[in-house]
C-alpha cells in the first residue's frame, strides 16, 4: 500500500486569500487525485493531477480556482485560489497504486473566515 | 452520480458480524466493487475489491451474488472502532481515469 501525506493538515485563512496543499507519497503511483469532502458530504472528485501536465477537472472546477501541479511521480499541490468562507472543506489527496488500489491521505481541513 | 445504493445508517452489537448491502443493479462486466470506509475526521481506507468471485482479507469478506447486482461486506466481528461510513463504489478494473465516485454511503454503528 501507500502511504500518503498531506500538509498543512489544518489551516484558518481569511477570505481573498490562497492555499497551497502538498500532497506527497511514499512510493511511485500511477495517478493522483484531489477530492473535497464538505461539512456533512461525501467526497467530490475535483481534478485528476497528471505529471508534466495540465491537470483533468471535473465538472464545476477550474483551473483558475484550483490549480493542480504533478512535477514528479510522488508528489502534487493543491492551490485553493481566492478563497471565500464556501471553500471551507476537507480537501484530500489520494493516490492509485501499480495494483489500482486507490488510498488516501489524512486531508486538509481549510476554514475560511 | 454513484452507481450505487446503501443503506442510509445501520447498527450493530459489538462482537457480531455486521452485514452492509449494496445495490448495484447497473454495474457492467469489467466493473469492480471497492469498498472503502471513512472513520470521522479521517481519510477514506480501502478495505476489499472483488469482481465476481468472493473475496476475504484481514480486515473483512465480500460477496458478490452471481448476477453481479449487488454485494455485501462482512466485517466478521465489529469491534466499536469499526464505526464509520462504508462506501461501496463501482469502478472499470485497468481503469485509465481512475476515478472513484462516492455516493452517500452507510453510516455503521458499532453499539457496546
Known amino acids: 500500500s501507500a502511504v500518503i501525506s498531506q500538509k498543512p493538515s489544518r489551516d484558518i485563512c481569511q477570505r481573498g486569500t490562497s492555499l497551497t496543499i502538498q500532497c506527497q507519497v511514499d512510493s511511485q503511483v500511477t495517478m493522483m487525485f484531489w477530492y473535497r469532502q464538505q461539512p456533512g458530504q461525501s467526497l467530490t472528485l475535483i481534478a485528476t493531477a497528471n505529471q508534466g501536465s495540465e491537470a483533468t477537472y471535473e465538472s464545476g472546477f477550474v483551473i483558475d480556482k484550483f490549480p493542480i501541479s504533478r512535477p514528479n511521480l510522488t508528489f502534487s499541490t493543491l492551490t485553493v485560489s481566492n478563497m471565500s468562507p464556501e471553500d471551507s472543506s476537507i480537501y484530500l489527496c489520494s493516490a492509485q497504486s501499480f495494483t489500482e488500489t486507490q488510498y488516501f491521505g489524512p486531508g486538509t481541513r481549510l476554514l475560511v473566515l | ?112
Open chain 2, 1 to 112: 452520480d454513484a452507481k450505487t445504493t446503501q443503506p442510509t445508517s445501520m447498527d450493530c452489537a459489538e462482537g457480531r458480524a455486521a452485514n452492509l448491502p449494496c445495490n448495484h443493479s447497473t454495474i457492467s462486466g469489467n466493473e469492480y466493487v471497492y469498498w472503502y470506509r471513512q472513520i470521522h475526521s479521517q481519510g477514506p481506507q480501502y478495505i476489499i475489491h472483488g469482481l465476481k468471485n468472493n473475496e476475504t482479507n484481514e480486515m473483512a469478506s465480500l460477496i458478490i451474488t452471481e448476477d453481479r447486482k449487488s454485494s455485501t461486506l462482512i466485517l466478521p466481528h465489529a469491534t466499536l472502532r469499526d464505526t464509520a461510513v462504508y462506501y461501496c463504489i463501482v469502478r472499470p478494473g485497468s481503469s485509465n481515469t481512475g476515478k472513484l465516485i462516492f455516493g452517500q454511503g452507510t453510516t455503521l454503528q458499532v453499539k457496546p
